[in-house]
């Protein structure tokens, strides 16, 4: 049996005898597991308080907000990847409330098994600051969790704020 390179699609052998049901449920089957869409996009149960200013922090991602398929989990670390998942891409967005007006940098990352994986650092003078974390592809296997990471250099007790429009991160899965 003969297969196709790129998605391994199995056909028949000029010298195959075909098993024509056989083959076309396989097919079918791999076209499903192929268009299958996986993501999720998942915040904060509450709102969270900075406690200093010199670590990043890691937040408690698990309240799911949208998601779809089954290879994704959310767990109290963050968002779990599931069996037979290699890449996935990841973005994200922190809210963050200082309440000081004073110039200072804060910090959003996302971590892969407390591993930096994506960090974007920005200078405020506003109480009110959002920190966008761009869209990147990362290798994943069975298990890792990945969670968004803060810092504020301006105040501890920084309020990063639950909203769901305000702190969130996206996993969605490539291959």
Request: proline content about 2%.
């Amino acid at each position: 049996m003969g297969q196709t390179s790129k998605y391994k699609i199995p056909y028949p052998d000029a010298d195959d005898i075909a098993d024509v049901p056989g083959d076309l449920k396989t097919i079918a089957e791999r076209i499903e597991a192929i268009i299958q869409k996986n993501i999720m996009t998942a915040g904060l149960t509450d709102d969270y308080t900075t406690t200093n200013l010199s670590d990043l922090e890691t937040l408690k991602i698990n309240k799911v907000f949208c998601s779809c398929g089954d290879k994704l989990t959310i767990t109290e670390e963050g968002i779990k990847i599931g069996d037979g998942v290699s890449k996935v891409k990841v973005s994200g967005q922190i809210y963050f409330y200082t309440n000081v007006t004073k110039t200072g940098d804060s910090i959003a990352a996302i971590y892969k098994n407390n591993k930096q994986m994506v960090i974007h650092n920005q200078r405020f003078t506003d109480n009110y600051e959002h920190i966008t974390l761009p869209e990147k592809l990362i290798d994943v296997i069975k298990g890792d969790i990945i969670n968004l990471a803060v810092r504020s250099e301006k105040a501890t007790g920084a309020l990063i704020k639950n909203y769901e429009t305000g702190t969130f991160l996206t996993v969605e899965v490539v291959e």
